[in-house]
């Protein structure tokens, strides 16, 4: 049995897929594209590209990746986390406090002089 995904999505997770979605359509009519077109490039059916363009968070990532592919936009997948634009994980990192350093297990005795 099939969960229902909209009823167990964040709302501001569904938001952001909805937008990106809209997005998606948006750059897909300015480039003048057809659905199928689309759809055959990122080798997907055009129903599951029509649930792209909604939103749909059912839908894999990888399709959402082949799609923005498709659409000459796949160099930004790569920067959704990037650790060059993380503030939040740049400032958890510089307060995140000294490592642990411990002593090693046997230290040899000093020689006696």
């Known amino acids: ?3 229902n995904l909209s009823a167990t999505t964040p709302l ?3 938001r952001s897929l909805k937008k990106l ?4 359509r948006r750059a897909r009519v300015r480039r003048s594209l057809q659905t199928a077109l ?5 080798f997907i059916t055009r129903t599951t590209l029509g649930k792209i363009e909604k ?11 082949a799609v923005l592919h498709a659409l000459g936009l796949a160099d930004r997948i790569g920067e959704i986390v990037d ?3 993380d503030r939040v994980g740049q400032l958890a990192e510089e307060y995140s406090g000294p ?6 297990k046997s230290v040899p005795p000093k020689a006696a002089s």
């Open 38 to 42: 689309v759809a055959e490039r990122a």
């Open 55 to 65: 939103g749909d968070p059912g839908v894999s990532i990888g399709n959402y990746a």
């Open 12 to 14: 501001a997770v569904a």
């Open 21 to 24: 979605g809209h997005d998606i």
């Open 1 to 3: 049995m099939r969960k």
């Open 83 to 85: 650790p060059a634009t």
């Open 99 to 104: 490592k642990r350093i411990r002593r090693p």
